[in-house]
């Protein structure tokens, strides 16, 4: 059967939010569309305006490497651009590694800086407009990009738009070319500025003229009138004190600046402060940098992956260090073989697990893992991206915490970032704080952290709703005889574990996904459902998405052994009033029986 006329269907391609320049989704509206997007059909790939950033680079950013290659580089060249040097040689360094056929002239790094740092280095520092670009064969592009999309390291789209204007103006300049040797700028120590210089948070920051001469004019209009750089440095000091759970009602800029660093948290471990937060690009930024961080830290030992993950942590510890042990289950089985290894003398830097895992919804028990941890001496990471914090408090069992802020912290589909949080209760804390202090670079991008600290203002209160919306669609697809299993925290055999970290008010997230007993009604179903679709979570509206299609189209046998099946499909449940949402998920259950 052909699909319903939808009401929020979105032509594939195009981004989500539908004419969003900076959006982090994309619309793959149909079943179809999803197996086409795999399989490269022109009809799909032709029209893809934008897509998710670490696995579409934005054609901004596209723009901007062909510019730098154009005047930089050789024949047959290409480029992949990065916040620093620091980062572009990590990139470097792993490309060497996957072509060892090349050397390091055949993977250059080209810093490029502005002109007029020296004029500004202030202000200059806090933007941090720069760029690394690495220069490598074209034929070697999957190479560079799988460090990109692992990694989260790459310059985010606004960073792209910004620095590529000083760049045709001619004041972002190769740094060769300045008469002082290219520096690390790691911008102001730590955010010292705790006080607000100007925290009329009314002002509106949309982009302002930029066909100016002078440098230092060009930042002054371009961040002194529309984006107050007062104001970079209290959005990322807003932030942190959100993730660090010290807001814990809907507050504006000026309240969260105003706020006792010291004041009642929602994360209920003693002696947490704003100070054991830190501010990544991306979630994945954040995953990725715990790894390495540990391992310099702790070692090089295998890390362990407990419970079926998102697929970049995975690769993470396969691909960068010297490995990891899977345990896609999450069962206690597992815990039991690990902890038999652990007594053979077997050694590990850390445990990576999701709370609750992605696409599944199980939750690990945080509890046994911690006890194995402090026995054993290996760090625990939990990702809490799928819980987040005002559901559940999983820092208590942690020694590192991290999250995706694209998802619903943002909530907006248009910025990306990433929180770590260390445990100052944790065994290994003052090792790690110091490794963090000592490595840490704040290369969230100013533009970005503007957009995120206004997009997650309204955090606690979205929550809620989200997860009141969530609980009735479990319900509404739980009802149904053709859906064969609902994944849900709240119905999950695991339940009885993300209890022991619920909070007192918390709920049971906004994701969940489900499967029917054949993909004829799993097709209809989500052809007829009437949502926007694409990659992602986490957002302000209702997105769902053939998940295991979309990330694991090349494993698909693989999953099937883990018990994550094909035709899974995930829905990230939004803000939409309830009795309509219930209703649109109905629909398209008719649909199904139809067939």
């Not at 960068?320 to 038999?340: A, H, I, N, T």
């Not at 919804?361 to 290996?378: G, S, T, V």
């Not at 009437?530 to 694991?552: E, I, M, Q, R, W």
Request: proline share 5%; glycine share 6%.
């Amino acid at each position: 059967m052909s699909p319903m006329a939808l009401e929020n269907h979105v032509e594939v391609g195009e981004s989500l939010p539908p004419a969003t320049e900076h959006a982090v989704s994309v619309s793959l509206p149909t079943w179809r569309a999803n197996v086409g997007y795999e399989e490269g059909e022109e009809w799909v790939v032709s029209k893809m305006k934008t897509g998710y950033p670490r696995f579409f680079i934005h054609k901004i950013i596209q723009g901007f490497a062909a510019a730098i290659v154009e005047k930089h580089g050789r024949e047959g060249e290409v480029a992949m651009l990065f916040p620093t040097h620091v980062i572009a040689s990590r990139c470097q360094e792993f490309f060497l590694r996957q072509a060892p056929d090349l050397d390091a002239s055949q993977a250059r790094i080209i810093d490029f800086l502005p002109a007029a740092e020296r004029a500004r280095s202030e202000e200059l520092a806090i933007i941090s407009p720069r760029v690394s670009a690495i220069l490598f064969p074209q034929d070697r592009f999957s190479i560079a990009k799988q460090f990109w999309q692992h990694s989260g390291e790459g310059v985010s789209s606004r960073r792209a738009e910004y620095c590529h204007h000083l760049f045709k103006e001619g004041i972002l300049v190769e740094a060769s070319t300045l008469n002082q040797p290219a520096r690390v700028c790691k911008g102001p120590k730590r955010y010292q500025k705790k006080t607000s210089i100007d925290l009329d948070a009314s002002e509106d920051f949309t982009g302002g003229a930029r066909e100016v001469q002078d440098p230092t004019q060009f930042v002054e209009e371009r961040f002194g009138r529309n984006m107050d750089l007062s104001k970079t440095k209290n959005a990322k000091l807003a932030i942190r004190r959100r993730i660090a759970g010290s807001l814990t009602a809907d507050v504006g800029l000026t309240e969260a600046l105003a706020l006792d660093q010291n004041a009642t948290m929602t994360r209920p471990v003693a002696g947490f402060s704003e100070e054991d937060v830190y501010l990544y690009p991306t979630g994945m930024s954040s995953i990725f940098n715990a790894h390495r961080n540990l391992l310099r830290a702790k070692g090089p030992s295998e890390a362990i992956v407990y419970g079926f993950p998102y697929i970049d942590t995975l690769k993470i510890t396969e691909k960068f260090g010297p490995g990891s042990k899977f345990y896609g289950f999450g069962s206690s089985e597992e815990l039991d073989d690990l902890e038999r290894r652990l007594e053979g003398g077997e050694q590990y830097v850390a445990l990576f697990t999701e709370f609750p895992g992605n696409p599944l919804l199980r939750c690990p028990d945080l509890e046994r893992i911690r006890k194995l941890a402090d026995e054993y001496d290996f760090c625990v990471v939990v990702d809490e991206t799928i819980g987040n914090f005002i559901n559940v408090n999983v820092l208590q069992y942690a020694d590192v915490v991290v999250s995706s802020l694209t998802k619903v912290f943002s909530g907006d589909s248009n910025v990306m970032g990433g929180g770590l949080v260390l445990n100052p209760n944790a065994k290994n804390y003052a090792l790690l704080k110091r490794t963090w202090d000592e490595d840490y670079e704040d290369n969230h991008w100013a533009e970005d952290s503007l957009f995120l600290e206004r997009n997650s203002r309204d955090f606690v209160s979205r929550i809620d709703r989200i997860d009141t919306n969530a609980e009735a669609i479990c319900d509404v697809l739980s009802a149904h005889p053709r859906v064969k299993r609902v994944n849900y925290p709240k119905t999950s055999p695991t339940r009885p574990l993300y209890e022991k970290c619920r909070n007192p008010n918390g709920g049971y997230g906004g994701l969940l996904s489900a499967t029917f007993y054949t993909k004829a009604d799993a097709i209809a179903f989500f052809d007829n459902l009437d949502t926007v679709k694409g990659p992602s979570l986490g957002t302000n509206f209702t997105l769902s998405s053939p998940y295991v299609l979309l990330a694991h189209y090349e494993e698909l046998d693989w999953c099937a052994e883990w018990g994550v099946e094909a035709d899974l499909i995930r829905f990230s449940v939004g803000l939409e009033e309830t009795g309509k949402l219930v209703d649109t998920f109905k629909r398209a259950l008719q649909a199904v029986e139809l067939l």
